[in-house]
């Protein structure tokens, strides 16, 4: 059996009046890979880039040094991966080296010797020049490149490296070649910005691991080594091509995380999302912006939909042309869908989350209050699913009240929990 995506969609209401020129609308996107032939693996080219600068010898309060924590986090990730994937090792802090070149994981007494001695290698501790780690890391990759194999480099770093721009320009080159970016910081001390732009270039994924929970490393490598385990569909994108007079504003994922997707119009009325890729047995949603122009009572084709993708096959895959209707009404609007409305929820609470980093950033204290109010209102109205939500933003409050400033722990931990949908069934 192919593998395929299945699509299934819905409106934010079920009918819609507009009175004026225009009115805005919803829609929620359901993609739910499916029928994986024969439990195929679509292969891993993994190059993982570890900072084993000075300051990953800290202990934090917890009596391990982060470098230990970060070792055994890697080794126990290593059970997620298939004996045919390929891992590479990369080493960083003044200067970078490659400490293991690409090494199939069958191999895995060889990998774990490496893991453990990492600290040994000709490394000097001095520095943080993540961009010749990232560098090195994606030579290797690319000698392996396959289109029926993931390529993916996962980078580790607890400090502010030299070489921003350099990094800049190599998640432009990993995009480029297809090669995705997960950014993994540990502590307080690295260059958030800078850790979420490479991870937005390279249309790949940033963690936060705090170091106080002695545990939290695993809990991250294991999650994300067993998502790159289950990928089975590469470069899939949304195709968008809406009907005259629509418009479609933005592309938001929402599940599994929440982050706006960049658009690309090749031609008129043809609107493209890449969505990178996706795993076997987990569905992703996404939330379509849209302003509906007036129309005459009836069911309208408003947008047509197309998802294609590859399955590692070397050619390209199509759900085929698939139509989102809206029904118009001038009697008054229809019942809301209350799955729409709960992703709308959690991207409302997303976005008052970043302006509140900006109030933060320009040192606004009114601001900050009055989000952080907002967030804590709208995080209570959501009841039980945005517990953690709500509880940040009252200690953003209670810093805020106690020194006047908001800790850089808080605002990380804010930040994490904003883009992560909270999944919960919906009452009977």
Not at 223 to 233: G, M, N, P, R, V
Not at 239 to 268: A, G
Not at 388 to 411: D, F, I, P
Request: aromatic share 4%.
């Amino acid at each position: 059996m192919t593998a395929k995506i299945h699509v299934e969609r819905m409106m934010h209401r079920n009918s819609i009046a507009v009175s004026g020129d225009t009115a805005a609308s919803y829609a929620l996107i359901k993609l739910i890979p499916s029928g994986l032939a024969s439990g195929r693996h679509m292969g891993l080219n993994l190059a993982l880039v570890l900072d084993v600068s000075g300051s990953m010898y800290e202990e934090d309060g917890t009596g391990i040094a982060r470098l230990k924590r970060i070792q055994e986090a890697a080794i126990a990730a290593l059970a997620q991966l298939k004996p045919e994937d390929s891992l590479t090792i990369v080493a960083f802090a003044h200067n970078a080296l490659v400490v293991l070149p690409p090494t199939p994981i069958s191999e895995k007494d060889k990998i774990e010797d490496v893991i453990r001695r990492i600290d040994m290698f000709d490394v000097d501790p001095g520095g943080t020049a993540m961009n010749d780690g990232m560098r090195l890391a994606l030579d290797e990759v690319e000698k392996f490149a396959d289109p029926a194999r993931l390529s993916q480099v996962v980078i580790l770093t607890d400090g502010e490296t030299s070489g921003e721009t350099a990094c800049r320009q190599l998640a432009q080159r990993a995009a480029e070649k297809k090669i995705h970016l997960t950014l993994m910081g540990v502590g307080l001390d690295w260059k958030a910005s800078l850790i979420k732009d490479l991870a937005k270039i390279s249309a790949g994924k940033w963690y936060y691991i705090d170091v106080n929970q002695a545990s939290e490393a695993e809990r991250i490598f294991v999650e994300e080594f067993q998502e790159l385990a289950a990928t089975a569909f590469l470069n899939v994108e949304m195709h968008l091509r809406p009907m005259k007079d629509v418009k479609v504003k933005r592309v938001r994922q929402v599940v599994p995380e929440i982050q706006e997707l960049p658009m690309q119009e090749p031609e008129e009325r043809h609107l493209v999302a890449g969505l990178g890729t996706l795993q076997k047995d987990n569905s992703t949603r996404y939330i379509l912006d849209l302003s509906l122009p007036k129309r005459a009572d009836g069911k309208y084709v408003i947008v047509q939909l197309e998802v294609t993708y590859e399955v590692g096959t070397g050619s390209r895959e199509s759900t085929g042309p698939i139509p989102l209707e809206m029904s118009y009404t001038a009697a008054g609007h229809g019942y809301i869908n209350a799955e729409v409305a709960r992703h709308i929820d959690e991207v409302q609470i997303f976005e008052l989350n970043a302006n509140l980093q900006k109030a933060i950033a320009s040192d606004d204290k009114v601001e900050v209050q009055r989000v952080a109010e907002a967030i804590e209102k709208k995080g209570e109205l959501m009841g039980p699913r945005a517990a953690k939500k709500t509880m940040l933003a009252k200690q953003v409050l209670t810093e805020l009240n106690a020194g006047g400033r908001v800790s850089k722990k808080t605002q990380l931990a804010m930040e994490d929990s904003a883009r992560m949908a909270e999944e919960m069934p919906l009452p009977s």
